[in-house]
């Protein structure tokens, strides 16, 4: 009989909703009326007003709840946003039908005045509870039968954080039980919640009873659920939770989440990042996000790791149309077809006056202004996120030319494209090796960074920089090479005993420069507040802990000595620069950036264009020394500096240009 009715209800459709409906709504005036008279069952006087308030308030209730979908839902999936559609609906019932009730108790030639005025509220109260006890049984039916149901063998889970993250990951796994996890229980530090239940799973302690309750309880597997915890209490857990021998995970960070569901998807290994997580940041995003919504974005370095990052945060933002622009095909290649994956998802569900952003995939070298100017024109974008460029030191301080090619003159190129095709914000993603560079790269974004603030000085537009230190996980960096390192059995090789970095993760970073973005009058230079510097070889440490070894025992740390150009310790202040906060706690900026430019600028340029171009490497380190203060180069041995005055000579003819260049040389 039991399971003869659940598979009624299971069974039910749309359409077999509809025809129950009717005869709820039919019956309920009724009901409603009964209540009302209580023990006076004698209701021959009210019937032909009752007769007419049935039908006026069927109709009501049944085009309310056509015209706003109700019979368009799946009720097997049922949830608290259905609930709350299903009361808001027959509040509005109520509402038109106690309007309709009153206006008609006007007209004498109508008999509702013999009923009750309270007749429309009381049949919209019992409307809603038939209504939604027959929706929400069809939803208690399918969970009592997913438990019934044979699955493979499922592991005990412990969810360390009985916060909404690991409620909703809890919630998850009891949904999707043929996911294989059971979860059984919840560690908390907050001793309010200890001994309570939540989703019938109980709290039975804070991080300390870890050990015990893994023993107890059986459990085969731990998730940390704490998205919003700092670093170090992600290692202090992590430490407990490896003692036990338990296969640990973690879901991200806030960060990374950001405004996507927590599912059991979301579960990963725990990394690097998690272990040097800060406090999560706080973005306006509704200002970030009405900034982009119906922009033309055009990105640079859409491939690469920030661009990437900013390809997937700006897309959420609505943009009109996306342009992302790189070098590498493969790597514009992986973002494009993650975009178009979501785009397709997006597609099925979108309502149908809501418009999705065009997304054009652009392989091209910011250095061949002809194909610049090309896609400028093609596309007329709003707003540039200029993230192309070469990073790697030890590889630039090898190839000054393409530093100067590529990290300068690219960007004067989507500078000069940008002002002529009316771009009325860019914004360029600098580093904090730019600050008193000891390197040719430091030197080449600096001089990149000049030439922003020179733009937006002359033009008045919203052009800005944001200058922020080493990224988590971007290719080429430090984490990834250790990775390598452990990966082939060590040993892992840091420069230096005493070498500290500041760090971030990648979305953390994309945030702020979105922030910023939004903030940025024009001619500021953003510093992103990177907290503290950390150890390269604590990280070392940390990787190779993370990868189930032991440090000196199964794998070697080496010094290997400072590469060319590399510092002990990154500045974040340049000597002059006056810094003040913003709107955003970790955003800082140079108000008086834009009077740090270089009068000389235009003429340094042109001649390192020209030097570039000959492969004038001394020349080159010369130029880069006469324009970035503090700059100390090491000048190649191939080439006395004293040889080059005949070089610039052929190579610049303009007297003006000379005087300059010729001033340099007898400082």
């Given at each position: ?5 659940s598979?009624?209800?299971?069974g039910?459709?749309?359409?077999h ?6 005869i709820i709504f ?11 008279l209580?023990?006076?069952l ?5 019937q ?6 049935t ?12 015209t706003?979908?109700?019979y368009k ?7 608290i ?9 027959t ?15 006007g007209l004498?030639?109508l ?12 049949d ?11 929706r929400f ?13 044979k699955f493979?063998r ?10 909404s993250?690991?409620?909703a990951?809890?919630h998850?796994?009891?949904k999707?039980?043929s996911?294989?996890f ?5 560690i908390?530090?907050?001793r ?6 939540i989703?019938r799973?109980?709290i039975v302690?804070n991080r300390d009873a ?6 107890s309880?059986?459990?085969?597997k ?8 700092p670093g170090?209490?992600?290692?202090e ?6 003692s ?6 973690t879901?991200?960070?806030?960060n990374?989440i ?23 940041i ?5 200002r ?10 055009l ?6 790791s920030?661009g ?7 897309f959420k ?5 996306m342009v992302l622009?790189?070098h590498g095909e493969?790597s514009?290649f992986?973002?494009q077809q993650?975009?178009?994956?979501v ?5 099925y ?18 250095r061949?202004?002809g194909?610049?100017?090309y896609?400028?024109d ?9 993230a192309?460029?070469h ?18 003159l690219g960007?004067k ?6 002002l002529r ?5 860019f914004v360029m993603i600098s580093?904090?090796k730019a600050?008193n560079p000891?390197?040719v790269?430091?030197c ?5 960074e000049?030439?922003v ?7 008045g537009?919203h052009?800005?920089?944001?200058r922020?230190g ?7 960096s430090?984490v ?9 059995g060590g040993?892992v090789?840091v420069t230096?005993?005493?070498?500290c970095?500041y ?8 945030q702020?420069?979105?922030q910023a973005?939004v903030?940025?009058q ?5 510093m ?9 070889v ?12 032991e ?14 150009g590399?510092?002990l ?11 003040e ?9 140079v ?10 600028l235009?003429y340094a340029?042109?001649?390192l264009?020209?030097?570039a171009?000959?492969?004038?490497t001394?020349l080159?380190?010369f130029?880069?020394e ?8 090491k ?17 610049i ?5 000379i ?9």
């Open positions: 009989m039991t399971n003869n009715l598979n009624w209800l299971l039910l459709r749309n359409r909703f509809l025809l129950i409906d009717l039919t019956s309920t005036p009724v009901l409603a009326l009964v209540l009302f209580n023990n006076h004698d209701i021959n006087p009210y032909s007003g009752l007769i007419l308030a039908i006026l308030f069927l109709v009501v209730k049944l085009t309310v709840f056509s706003f979908g109700l839902r799946c009720w097997s999936y049922a949830s946003d259905e609930l709350e559609q299903i009361a808001a609906l509040a509005a019932a109520i509402v038109i039908q106690t309007l309709l009730f009153h206006w008609s108790n004498t030639n008999s509702l005045n013999s009923l009750p005025n309270s007749l429309p509220l009381l919209g109260l019992l409307s809603l509870l038939f209504v939604g006890s027959l049984s069809v939803r208690a039916v399918e969970r009592v039968s997913q438990r019934h149901r493979h499922r592991d005990n889970v412990l969810i360390v954080g009985a916060g993250a690991g409620v990951l809890a998850d796994m009891q999707n039980p996911l294989g059971n979860p059984v229980a919840f908390d530090d907050d309010k919640k200890l001994n309570l239940r989703r799973l109980p302690g870890i050990p015990d309750v893994v023993r309880l059986r459990i085969r731990i998730i940390i659920a704490m998205p919003t915890a170090r209490v992600i290692r857990v992590l430490d407990i939770c490896k036990t021998g338990v296969p640990t995970s879901l991200p960070g806030m990374e950001l405004n996507n569901p927590i599912r059991v998807g979301s579960v990963r290994d725990v990394k690097i990042e998690d272990l040097l997580r800060r406090e999560p706080h973005t306006d995003v509704q970030v996000a009405k900034f982009l919504k119906g922009k033309i974005v990105v640079t370095g859409a491939g690469g920030i990437s990052e900013l390809c997937r945060q700006i933002c609505q943009p009109a149309e622009l790189g493969n514009v992986h973002i993650e975009l178009n994956q785009l397709e998802l997006l597609e569900d979108r309502l149908e006056n809501e418009r999705l952003p065009n997304l054009n995939t652009i392989i091209a070298d910011i061949l202004t194909r610049l100017e896609i400028f093609q596309f007329r974008p709003d707003i540039v996120f200029h192309a460029a990073k790697h030191v030890p590889m630039m301080e090898l190839n000054p030319p393409e530093a100067i090619t590529n990290n300068v960007t190129n989507l500078l000069d494209l940008s095709y009316g771009v009325e914000h580093t904090d600050v000891t390197n790269m430091g080449s974004k600096r001089v990149a000049m030439l603030l020179q733009a937006a000085q002359r033009s537009r052009f800005s920089v944001v922020f080493n990224v988590l996980g971007s290719r080429g430090v990834p090479t250790f990775k390598r390192q452990i990966a082939g040993p090789t230096h005993p005493d070498i970095r760090f971030m993760t990648i979305p953390e970073a994309v702020l420069v979105l973005s903030i940025g024009g001619g500021e230079v953003f992103l507040n990177m907290g503290q510097p950390v150890k390269i604590d990280l070392a440490k940390e990787l190779i802990r993370l990868s189930g070894y440090v000196g025992k199964d794998i070697d740390i080496v010094f290997s000595g400072l590469r060319p590399e510092k310790f990154e500045e974040l202040l340049i000597p002059g620069e006056e810094y906060p913003t709107l955003h706690d970790k955003l800082l900026v108000k008086n950036a834009s009077h740090m430019v270089s009068q000389n235009d340029v042109d001649a264009r020209k030097a171009s000959q492969n004038y001394n080159i380190l130029l880069l006469q324009l970035v203060p503090g700059y100390t180069p000048y190649k041995k191939t080439t006395p500096i004293l040889n080059f005055y005949s070089d610039i000579s052929k190579m003819r303009t007297d003006d240009k005087k300059v260049l010729d001033k340099c040389y007898h400082q």
